[in-house]
């Protein structure tokens, strides 16, 4: 016999706690204030006796087995600081489910607290990516196949404080090489969610302008305050090869002057010092803004300069549930002559900007769910400095179409096409093809 969770706990509801008045905040995004289910849905969730799927979504129409209540009821039961209201509704839907929690036992009663306190998720995940170079008569093409495994385990220390990671294993398919196949640890974090408040410790990715300038892992704290206007401070160190391919020893993608990718412009860099400090407001409108400001001090072997800042803004405009616009500009305090680099139209790469048009999106756990976008960014290297975008490099400006899709639960394809040119040579241009396939589980 199987009930929709909703069916369920309105059931319990009207039994043994019809009077009660609930007053929570909904985290569930598909859970509307006019919905007949939403003040049990808000009460139940902010006691921590239903959780929904981990993406905002409830999913109250979803068929679960009167095992799987039983298992949010033992919760329930174990909880000793619930209120008299709760108390009643947990007794009736003890009373109801009382065969299956019989048949659950200790194991579920008394451990599956214990059990939350560390979760797993991961993702497997394969890319194929072909860079095709023109220039000078020349053309060169650039073909990778990789395939990455990877592991996010989560510890609760206690009610506010847990310790999160990030495990990889790498390799190419191309040479059948990578790391390996080694499993390398990529970040690890303590994290505190307190009310309007958040603080990070250890080696986490940067979130002050994580799409448009740097979006890889520094090394350092984390400081996160506010509701609907956030402001975030960070401060670290970003290691060796964490930040720009144009600046590290054989970045060739960004300098690419009179020869098809000459490596003699490569800098070696060493470790970076760090700090940022971003603003974002989102008030649940159509219209959300962020602003921000990184610093780098690169310690650039041979350079003029290596103290760099970097101002960004951005805003994103959404005008219905399936459309939505965003812009965002960046500007650096220096250009690559600044770095060493004394190569023609360098003042060009101390900006950054980017337009992109989305229409809808594919969601992991919905089966069809699908979207499209249509992008133009302008991509500094001076500036973008390991942006989230795989279409389109650092150091190049052009065009980009992209779209996703799910084809089977929690199984996520995705092509990119960048049709693009080099922001020092216009005579440069790479044409991007950019496959992937993610199971998530």
Known sequence: MKKTLVSALTTALVVGAASTTFAAANPFSD????????????????????EGYGDTTFRGQQNITRYEMAQMIAKAMAKSDVSAADKALIDKLAAEFSDELNNLGVRVSNLERNADMVKWNGMARYTYTRDKYEGYGQEKKDKNNELLFRLEPTAEV????????????????KS??????????????AQGDYSNFQVKLGKFASTVNNTLVFDNTYSGAAVTFGKNLKATLEAGRAGNGEFSDTLKNKGTRGLITETLLDDEYGIREKAASYQGIGLAYNDGSKLT????????????????????????????????????????????????????????GDDNQDKSYAFELDYKG????????????????????????????????????????GMNYTPLQNVVGTLRYGDTKNLIDNDVKDKVFFGRIEVFF
Do not use: M
């Open 31 to 50: 859970v509307p204030a006019d919905h007949w289910a939403y003040d049990a849905v808000s009460q139940l969730a902010a006691d921590g006796v239903i």
């Open 158 to 173: 206690n009610d506010h404080w847990h310790v999160k990671a990030r495990l990889e294993a790498k390799t190419d398919l």
């Open 362 to 401: 594919a969601q992991k756990q919905n089966v069809g769910t699908w979207g499209a976008w249509v992008a133009y960014r302008y991509l500094g290297a001076l500036t973008s400095l390991k942006p989230t975008y795989d279409g389109i490099h650092e150091g190049y400006k052009g065009w980009e179409v």
């Open 289 to 344: 803004g962020r602003a921000g400001y990184q610093h780098f001090d690169w310690n650039i072997e041979n350079a003029d300069t290596d103290d760099v800042g970097i101002w960004s803004v951005g805003a994103n405009y959404r005008f219905d549930k399936n459309v939505a616009f965003d812009a965002s500009y960046a500007k650096s305090n220096r250009d690559l002559k600044d770095v060493g680099l004394d190569v023609k």
């Open 176 to 189: 059948d090489q990578g790391n390996d196949g080694n499993v390398s640890l990529k970040r690890i974090w």
